[in-house]
């Protein structure tokens, strides 16, 4: 049965870090293309960051560089995302998603809430 657990949201001030870590479970994590969405109520899912297979390619939403850092720890079959920097329109709901090579496989998390407020 394929899992996809994050954890680590919460509430924090502007400028403060989370670190959200993803635990994955069910398929060969290594072979998967993992990434992190956000939310809104009302609006799409947006991608955040995204990882290859390898963790030698990254890529990353325009309104995050140089704040978060996407990582991925195969041994330990689990996906982060450092979060530095936060501003209050860093405010959502983040996503866990795994997609094989081939696209024929999609998973997603259940999603863990980030607050940034003063």
């Known amino acids: 049965q394929v899992q996809l657990v994050e954890s680590g949201g919460g509430l924090v001030q502007p400028g403060g870090s989370l670190r959200l870590s993803c635990a994955a479970s069910?398929?060969?994590?290594?072979?998967?293309?993992m990434s992190w969405y956000r939310q809104i109520p009302s609006q799409e899912r947006e991608l955040v960051a995204v990882?290859?297979?390898?963790?030698?390619?990254?890529n990353y939403a325009e309104s995050v560089k140089g704040r978060f850092t996407i990582s991925g720890d195969s041994t330990k079959e689990t996906l982060y995302l450092q979060m530095n920097s936060l501003k209050p329109e860093d405010t959502a709901v983040y996503f866990c998603?795994?997609?094989?090579?081939?696209?024929?496989?999609?998973?997603w998390g259940q999603g863990t809430q980030v607050t940034v407020s003063s």
């Open positions: 998603n795994a997609r094989s090579l081939r696209g024929d496989f999609d998973y």
């Open positions: 990882i290859n297979n390898s963790g030698g390619w990254k």
């Open positions: 069910g398929f060969t994590f290594r072979t998967y293309i």
